[in-house]
């Protein structure tokens, strides 16, 4: 720690700037989840996460949710997050939104959080976190955010079909990618998830994205439509890139297209999860040969996908 110091010393005085990692700072970690989306069920599948999160890494979490006026978890309401000041605190952002129109005090925290140089995390509807309609002093989060910060913003996917009711897209490891650290105890698997296109025909995630895994859709309206030289049936599901902010400290983040909440029943599914927070973390040499233990802290027996009134009723907030 005493070389690392003075490594970080000399580093200032030569006028480059160093984050320290986490795994690096010695403090206990404390990761956020940013949870609302009106179709995923993220206000389940990731305070699941955040419970095995803190059962084996010892860490401090803390889940966000949409709620209405009287403090009830709603994910139709698309225009509060309360408690988002925590991420000024936080080592770690999980982001799992979909089109919210936040105000800006609430947004800020969130833009902010990804302008610091500190790790993040997003599934599936991050790649449309925000939605602000005839809005144009806020119109690039809709897009521009959440290239530059993720890679991707959203375009189309292969069709719905059956939701929750049988596989739509077979998940597999991209050849040469078997031994990275995420991958530990990932097994391909089928997932729930209808494939988003990303990459491939007019569009392209940046250079300097990893990817691990990709997906090959197995309903496809694009195939029926005669589309897939636009929007090619196979295409990247989880990858890791860089983000380099204002503040000029390049950030470690993990994004996957996959999460359905049948998904998480997947035990591959939350190992790809946990195992890409903790590399986004800088703890990768924490990931145990077989990946991290993702056994469930309690039952997790989430609603199906869909809109409208599909998400549980009556919920407050979980203590952590």
């Known amino acids: 720690m005493k070389h690392l110091k ?12 160093i984050r320290t990692t986490p795994a690096q700072s010695g403090k206990q ?9 009106e179709e995923y069920r993220s206000e389940e599948s990731m305070p699941m996460l955040a419970k095995i999160l803190k059962r084996e890494l010892g860490c401090k979490v803390t889940v966000r949710y949409a709620l209405d006026d009287n403090g009830y978890i709603d994910p139709n309401n698309t225009t509060n ?6 991420l000024e605190e936080a ?15 609430q947004a800020g925290y969130i833009l902010d959080f990804a302008e ?3 790790p993040m995390a997003g599934f599936r509807t991050a790649t449309h976190a925000f939605k602000y309609e005839d809005d144009p002093e806020r119109e690039y989060r809709n897009d521009e955010w959440p290239i530059k910060v993720f890679g991707q913003k959203w375009i189309t996917h ?9 596989f739509l897209t077979d998940v597999t490891i991209i050849d040469g990618k078997q031994n990275h650290k995420i ?30 895994l990709t997906g090959r859709s197995l309903r496809s309206n694009h195939e029926q439509n005669g589309n897939l030289d636009k929007f090619p049936l196979t295409n990247p599901v989880a990858w890791t890139r860089t983000y380099t902010g204002s503040s000029g400290k390049a950030a470690r983040v993990f994004f996957t297209t996959l999460g359905h909440p049948y998904d998480f029943k997947d035990e591959s599914m939350r190992k790809l ?16 040969r077989k990946g991290v233990n993702v056994d469930f802290v309690d039952e997790y027996d989430p609603n199906n996908s869909g809109f409208g009134q599909k998400f549980k009723k009556g919920r407050k907030p979980e203590s952590f």
């Open 6 to 17: 003075l490594f970080t010393a000399a580093l200032f005085l030569l006028g480059i700037s």
């Open 29 to 37: 970690v404390h990761v956020v989840f940013v949870t609302g989306d």
């Open 81 to 86: 997050i309360p408690g988002l000041e925590v």
């Open 91 to 105: 080592d770690m952002m999980v982001i799992f939104t979909r089109f919210r129109a936040l105000p800006d005090k």
């Open 116 to 118: 610091s140089g500190k």
């Open 158 to 166: 292969h069709g719905h079909f059956s939701d929750g009711h049988g």
């Open 183 to 212: 991958l530990r105890g990932v097994a391909p698997f089928k997932a729930y998830s209808w494939l988003y296109h990303v990459h491939g025909g007019e569009h392209a995630l940046p250079a300097n994205s990893n990817h691990l």
């Open 273 to 288: 999860a946990l195992n890409g927070i903790y590399w986004a973390l800088g703890m990768e040499k924490k990931i145990p």
